[in-house]
């Protein structure tokens, strides 16, 4: 064929198609690649990682109110589907020139080796992956291309879209006079044996294509073999890989680990902290039902045995703890209330556990706190960062390095093996989750983790309440029932709680038992339910006397205002 006409492209689903498939060996054999050298170097997961870190902080917030702890599975398949598309593009690039494809790839591997190097904790080999991973899917895109190729069967040389009009033929043979047909492969059904067409000394062309105007056909078989071979080794890659980045799961080290006692244990809980009604939150959140927000793609795998906290900054003698260290100290025990500062007036991101752990004023006290610091900034693992005012650590309440909650090891998910927790404080200036790192600092020399994000420096968390029961936009039956819910002002204490039905006079609620100002608090009042559609809303007043404002201020900066009410059909 010469070489100066324009190569004869395939189908476009089929360049789309193989496209796809390159983009999956791929990301196959870059997952591959980093199960090998270090399973957090995953190109998928550092592109997604440093895309979360760049996501503006409105559409962050918006996708935790929208998706839940669900937002980690719906960002993924997202993104598999955004690079699903862009792949099938690159196929159709490389229809035109396989180099243009190639290089579309190619770019991909330099935004993975980008993001790889963005890291916080990024180690010279884990641009490896994003290398390996864009080579072998241009390489599998060429060998691919080539199947989309137009082929001519025996037989049909005359019949060569190029020879016929273009009289710069490299080869003139003329054509043949009889020609043979081609004998077709076995077992494609679909395609008929080829008949001469009488009297024109021409053969019918079996499965054609048209494409310019000119006919040629391509090997499907060819096709199918090398997409499906390219399938298989996309997702043996793919699973090999996770397999080998299992090696670093904790989940062994977290069983192996006894818990020790509390020198300090927690009150015991009043008899009446939890009204049991039936849909109202229970007191203790159980560890299964917590909420879950962090910036983490893939849970952080911290190992206790190598895991250390370092305290340095403005302090008179740095710290270094290991685990073992920690469960050397006398441990406290307390009930508190975590709330996320991107939990909207009546939303889900609140929850009561009892923590175990070492007093962060303790361990801060013995690295010697030099005068003029007034904030911790805690790191991650993972390179999230929080900015916790000292003077509210140091206060006397029960802040926190947390090892456990509710009696149990702390859950992964939940920061295990180490997080602060500080009552009273929204999560993001204070629950550094799976810390490693806490730096004596300013607030005018250190910026935390969501502050460029457009969220306050400080979070104290606003008071709030919520009503559970009954649910809003249900139907119940008229008569008697309860309306409960819960209430929290931590460190504060919520002091009493008012219910209004159909904006009628505030109602003062029953409220239930608390162990101490630090957790949220159950209430309830008696109804009796007309039939009809009603509006019911709560207001909170904590013990400092503030009271609920009605005037409603989203999530951002710093935390969401206004009553929640909710809608009820009586029948
Ligand atoms: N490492 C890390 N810790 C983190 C976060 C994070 O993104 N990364 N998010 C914080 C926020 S915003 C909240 S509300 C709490 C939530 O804690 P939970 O997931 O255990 O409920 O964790 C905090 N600690
Ligand atoms: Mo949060």
């Keep these: 064929m010469n070489k100066n006409q324009p190569r004869p492209h395939g189908p476009a689903w089929a360049a789309a198609l193989i496209g796809v ?10 997952q591959l690649a980093a199960g090998v050298i270090n399973p957090k170097a995953s190109p998928v997961i550092v592109v997604g990682d440093a895309a979360v870190d760049r996501t503006p902080a409105a559409v962050k917030d918006w996708a935790i109110r929208s998706f839940g702890s669900n937002d980690k599975l719906v960002l993924i398949s997202g993104i598999v589907v955004v690079l699903a598309l862009i792949a099938a593009g690159l196929g159709l690039l490389a229809r035109r020139r396989v180099g243009y494809g190639t290089t579309g790839l190619m770019i991909f591997g330099v935004v993975g080796v980008a993001a790889a190097i963005s890291r916080p904790d990024s180690g010279p080999f884990d641009i490896l992956p994003s290398v390996i991973g864009a080579g072998a899917g241009a390489w599998a895109l060429t060998i ?35 020609p043979e047909p081609p004998s077709p492969e076995p077992g494609s ?39 499906v071979v390219g399938a298989v080794a996309a997702g043996a890659t793919e699973l090999a890989g996770r ?24 009150k015991p809980l009043p008899a009446g902290v939890d009204l049991h009604i039936k849909e109202l939150s229970p007191f203790s959140t159980p560890n299964r039902d917590f909420y879950r927000v962090d910036t983490a793609l893939v849970i952080p795998q911290v190992d206790p045995k190598t895991w250390t906290l370092k305290i340095h900054g403005m302090v008179d003698k740095p710290v270094e703890l290991t685990f073992a260290d920690l469960l050397k100290r006398p441990l406290m025990e307390a009930d508190v209330t975590l709330t996320c500062v991107s939990n909207d007036v009546g939303g889900p991101y ?10 962060l004023a303790d361990v801060l006290r013995q690295a010697g706190l030099r005068s003029g610091a007034d904030m911790l900034l805690s790191t991650s693992s993972d ?11 140091m206060d006397g309440r029960d802040a926190m390095l947390a090892i456990a909650m509710n009696g149990e090891v702390l859950p992964q998910a939940h920061g295990f093996p180490v997080r602060q927790v500080v009552p009273g404080l929204y999560g993001y200036v204070s629950a550094t989750k799976w810390i490693t790192d806490i730096k004596v600092t300013r607030y005018d020399q250190d910026e935390a983790y969501w502050t460029p994000r457009g969220w306050a420096p400080k979070g104290p968390i606003k008071t709030g309440s919520r009503i559970d029961v009954p649910v809003g936009g249900s139907t119940i039956p008229a008569g008697r029932t309860a309306i409960a819910g819960v209430a929290w002002a931590q460190h504060r204490g919520v002091a009493g709680v ?9 109602q003062p609620a029953r409220l239930a038992e608390v162990p101490g100002p630090d957790t949220w608090r159950q209430w309830t009042i008696d109804w009796q339910a007309t039939p009809g559609k009603h509006t019911v809303a709560v207001r909170a007043t904590d013990a400092a006397g503030h009271t609920q404002t009605e005037e409603y201020a989203p999530p951002a900066p710093d935390g969401a205002t ?3 009410s909710i809608l009820v059909v009586v029948k």
Aim: hydrophobic share 35%; proline share 11%; aromatic share 6%.
């Design 21 to 30: 498939v390159a983009g999956a060996v791929a990301l196959g054999v870059g």
């Design 144 to 178: 691919l291309a080539r199947r989309t190729w137009p082929v001519v069967e025996p037989g049909y040389e005359d019949l060569r879209p190029y020879r016929s009009e273009e009289s710069t033929s490299t080869s003139p043979e003329p054509a043949p006079t009889s």
């Design 189 to 227: 059904s679909e395609d008929p044996a080829p008949a001469g067409v009488p009297g024109t000394g021409r053969a019918e062309l079996p499965p054609v294509m048209r494409a310019g105007g000119r006919l040629y056909e391509f090997d499907r078989r060819g096709l199918l073999t090398g997409v």
């Design 243 to 266: 397999a080998l980045a299992g090696r670093l799961d904790v989940d062994t080290e977290r069983a192996g680990i006894a818990l020790p006692k509390p020198a300090t244990p927690a």
């Design 350 to 359: 609140v929850g009561n556990a009892r923590w175990l752990g070492a007093r």
């Design 383 to 393: 390179g999230f960062t929080a900015g916790t005012p000292i003077d509210i650590v």
């Design 498 to 506: 008012e219910v209004q039905v159909d904006k009628g006079p505030w």
């Design 562 to 564: 206004g009553w929640h």
